[in-house]
């Protein structure tokens, strides 16, 4: 089992930057995809970016694109996402999940952490 525990999230203004973080744990995770999705008020939960465990290419949304970083530590076992330029739309509830490289669907889900950003 996967466990995963986002940390980082708070208020922030508009143009302000945050980092959030994913301490993962559990059974080996090497071959894991790590995602970080958001959830906004009324919203369907919506994919932000993606990596893979043991490198490769990295996956943005649009909205997101060249304002987040996605990020991964292995010594640390933890995975980043860098948020830059923020703007209101941006506030949401950021999830960590994760899946194993080749699945379709994240079976593994943190606890969420809290994004506003205010104007």
């Known amino acids: 089992q996967v466990q995963l525990v986002e940390s980082g999230g708070g208020l922030v203004q508009a143009g302000g930057s945050l980092r959030l973080s994913c301490a993962v744990s559990?059974?080996?995770?090497?071959?894991?995809?790590m995602g970080w999705f958001r959830q906004a008020p009324g919203k369907e939960r919506e994919f932000v970016a993606s990596?893979?465990?043991?490198?490769?290419?990295?996956y943005y949304a649009d909205s997101v694109k060249g304002r987040f970083t996605i990020s991964r530590d292995n010594a640390k076992n933890t995975v980043y996402l860098q948020m830059n330029s923020l703007n209101v739309e941006d506030t949401a509830v950021y999830y960590c999940?994760?899946?194993?490289?080749?699945?379709?669907?994240?079976?593994?889900w943190g606890q969420g952490t809290q994004v506003t950003v205010s104007s």
């Open positions: 999940a994760a899946r194993v490289a080749g699945s379709r669907d994240y079976d593994h």
């Open positions: 990596i893979r465990w043991s490198g490769g290419p990295r």
């Open positions: 559990g059974r080996r995770f090497s071959s894991y995809v």
